[in-house]
C-alpha cells in the first residue's frame, strides 16, 4: 500500500521562522513561558470563552502576552531576535475573557519579523520582564541587539 503524503513532505515540520518563536506571560506578579500560547492554549486560556467584545471583560484580570522570537547575532550566538507584547482579560471564576485575537496574531508576527513593539507594558511589567530574561535566560539576552535591550529598562 503506498502512503499518501498529504502535505508534500514526508513529515510534517514547524515553519523556519516559527520554531524559535515562544510566549511569555504576565500574570500578576507571575512571568513565565507557555508554549501553549502559539495555539491559543495557554494555562490562563485553557477553559475560557474568549470575545472581542470589551464588555465581555468583566471582574477579569489583565495578562499580558509577549511574543518572543529568537535568532542568531551578528556573532551567530543565539538572541532575542523580536518582542511583541499583547494583552487579554481573564475572568476566572465566569470562564469568559476578551482579547483580540487580530491583534496577537499581528503581534506574533512583528516578533518574528525581529521587531519590538511593547507598548501595551507598564513600565513595571517591563522592568519584570527584563528581569525575567536576565535571570532565566541570561545568554539569549545578553547577546540580543540594542533595540531589544533599550526596550526594557534594567
Same mark, same amino acid.
Given at each position: 500500500?503506498?502512503?499518501?503524503?498529504?502535505? =508534500?513532505?514526508?513529515?510534517?515540520?514547524?515553519?523556519?521562522? !516559527?520554531?524559535?518563536?515562544?510566549? &511569555? !506571560?504576565?500574570?500578576?506578579?507571575?512571568?513565565?513561558?507557555?508554549?501553549?500560547?502559539?495555539?491559543?492554549?495557554?494555562?490562563?486560556?485553557?477553559?475560557?470563552?474568549?470575545?472581542?467584545?470589551?464588555?465581555?471583560? =468583566?471582574?477579569?484580570?489583565? &495578562?499580558?502576552?509577549?511574543?518572543?522570537?529568537? =535568532?542568531?547575532?551578528?556573532? $551567530?550566538?543565539?538572541?532575542?531576535?523580536?518582542?511583541?507584547?499583547?494583552?487579554?482579560? &481573564?475572568?476566572?471564576?465566569?470562564?469568559?475573557?476578551?482579547?483580540?485575537?487580530?491583534? $496577537?496574531?499581528?503581534?506574533?508576527?512583528?516578533?518574528?519579523? =525581529?521587531?519590538?513593539?511593547?507598548?501595551?507594558?507598564?513600565?513595571?511589567?517591563?522592568?519584570?520582564?527584563?528581569?525575567?530574561?536576565?535571570?532565566? $535566560?541570561?545568554?539569549?539576552?545578553?547577546?540580543?541587539?540594542?533595540? &531589544?535591550?533599550?526596550?526594557?529598562?534594567?
Amino acid at each position: 500500500m503506498e502512503e499518501l503524503e498529504l502535505t =508534500g513532505q514526508p513529515r510534517h515540520r514547524t515553519p523556519e521562522e !516559527l520554531s524559535g518563536l515562544t510566549a &511569555v !506571560l504576565m500574570d500578576g506578579e507571575d512571568v513565565y513561558v507557555d508554549r501553549g500560547a502559539l495555539h491559543a492554549k495557554s494555562r490562563v486560556e485553557r477553559g475560557v470563552a474568549f470575545s472581542d467584545d470589551p464588555s465581555r471583560r =468583566g471582574r477579569g484580570r489583565r &495578562v499580558a502576552l509577549v511574543w518572543v522570537s529568537l =535568532g542568531r547575532n551578528a556573532e $551567530h550566538k543565539p538572541c532575542i531576535h523580536g518582542l511583541a507584547a499583547c494583552e487579554m482579560w &481573564v475572568d476566572g471564576e465566569a470562564k469568559t475573557g476578551f482579547k483580540r485575537l487580530a491583534e $496577537h496574531v499581528n503581534q506574533m508576527e512583528r516578533a518574528v519579523k =525581529g521587531r519590538v513593539d511593547l507598548d501595551v507594558l507598564t513600565p513595571d511589567e517591563k522592568r519584570r520582564l527584563a528581569a525575567f530574561f536576565a535571570a532565566e $535566560h541570561r545568554d539569549v539576552w545578553e547577546a540580543a541587539p540594542a533595540a &531589544v535591550r533599550d526596550a526594557l529598562p534594567t
